[in-house]
């Protein structure tokens, strides 16, 4: 099993809708969890921390489930300029302290 | 605010060549890391450095050398381009490991004939 594991779309979807991306990971010692966003051809950028209390930050929604080890981001009202590439990651702390692994991405097209 | 700097941002290489890539960060982060990025794969960790002086091996660390002399520095080597190293390649910097913020560089593309 992969260690972080994320659905690669492609996503298309109309302006206004909401989509939700979902991600798992492997190691029940993950302490921390992000998802970044990837513009075509262009650098990985963070879009938000994963809190295991859930956290919001205007239109996007991240949660955390550690019994499921399972990580989802929701975007609501989709814009065009949403789209691009999600990136799931998780650190495992510990002794592979600032070892970020990454998810392969979910890909976000939306469409007019 | 420079953030963090790779150079170059495009190179070819023949089989056998070797070559420096350099990343440099102007924001006192102690951690620096090099991905390499290719379709269908994500980002895979080949080295990684958690201070001046330190380097670790990532997950795909085979072909590559790294070295961090200056904190603001952390250079990749490929001492023999093969092939299969045709990639793109970013640096990245956090002010710590675990729940920091990985700043990023804007890539190298290297092909490598």
């Known amino acids: 099993r992969k260690e972080v594991e994320q659905d690669p779309g492609p996503f298309n979807v109309p302006e206004g809708a909401t989509v939700a991306f979902n991600c798992t990971y492997s190691?029940?010692?993950?302490?921390?969890f992000f998802w970044y966003r990837q513009d075509c051809r262009k650098e990985p950028k963070l879009l938000m921390s994963?809190?295991?209390s859930g956290n919001e930050d205007g239109r996007f929604t991240a949660q955390l489930n550690r019994a499921s080890q399972y990580i989802s981001l929701l975007i609501r009202d989709s814009k065009l300029s949403d789209s691009a590439t999600y990136l799931c990651?998780?650190?495992?702390?510990?002794?592979?302290?600032?070892?970020?692994?990454f998810g392969k991405g979910t890909k976000l097209s939306v469409k007019p | 605010n420079a953030g963090v700097t790779q150079t170059p941002k495009f190179r070819v290489l023949k089989t056998g060549q070797s070559m420096t890539l350099l990343c440099a960060q102007d924001?006192?982060?102690?951690?620096m890391y090099w991905y390499r990025q290719d379709p269908g794969m994500g980002l895979r960790l080949i080295h990684y450095?958690?201070?001046?002086?330190?380097?670790a091996k990532g997950e795909v660390p085979d072909g590559y050398n790294v070295s961090r002399l200056k904190k603001q520095n952390f250079l990749l080597g490929l001492e023999s381009a093969a092939p299969s190293q045709t990639s793109v390649y970013f640096c990245?910097?956090?002010?710590?490991?675990?729940?920091?913020?990985?700043?990023f560089g804007q890539g190298t593309r290297l092909t490598v004939v």
């Open positions: 990245a910097s956090s002010y710590s490991g675990g729940g920091t913020e990985a700043f």
């Open positions: 994963v809190y295991s």
């Open positions: 990651v998780v650190n495992l702390g510990g002794g592979s302290q600032g070892n970020l692994i």
């Open positions: 450095s958690v201070g001046e002086g330190t380097t």
């Open positions: 924001m006192n982060h102690e951690y």
């Open positions: 190691n029940s010692a993950s302490q921390s």
